[in-house]
């Protein structure tokens, strides 16, 4: 099992830039996939970036967020960083950490088992 604590959001103006923070506590957080996804008032939870357990960190990211996203992570620390940059009013939402244990990274929420309590970010125009 583990537990995520996230950390890092905060008011950003557009075009700004952050970096959000996950630090991990159980065991064996190199074995877990570990991503974040987001959530916007009204809005379904979303993918964002995922960072596989194995395959030197292999990435994902959705569409919305490539190019402008950097997931990265260090199992010597138990922490998972998500920079982003170029933020845009539509970045808006409570960001959380999440875990899945497995072959890959997943990019829907129901897949993972592990959650922190989520961050918001606001992102003003």
């Known amino acids: 099992q583990v537990q995520l604590v996230e950390s890092g959001g905060g008011l950003v103006q557009a075009g700004g830039s952050l970096r959000l923070s996950c630090a991990a506590s159980?065991?064996?957080?190199?074995?877990?996939?570990m991503a974040w996804f987001r959530q916007a008032p009204g809005k379904e939870r979303e993918f964002v970036a995922a960072?596989?357990?194995?395959?030197?960190?292999?990435?994902y990211y959705a569409d919305s967020v490539k190019g402008r996203a950097t997931i990265s992570r260090d199992n010597a620390k138990n922490t998972v960083a998500l920079h982003m940059n170029s933020l845009k009013p539509e970045d808006t939402a409570v960001y959380y950490c999440?875990?899945?244990?497995?072959?890959?990274?997943?990019?829907?929420?129901?897949?993972?088992?592990?959650w922190g309590q989520g961050t918001q970010v606001t992102v003003s125009s």
């Open positions: 960072v596989s357990w194995s395959g030197g960190g292999s990435t």
């Open positions: 999440t875990a899945r244990v497995g072959a890959t990274p997943a990019s829907t929420a129901r897949s993972y088992g592990y």
């Open positions: 159980g065991r064996s957080f190199s074995s877990y996939n």
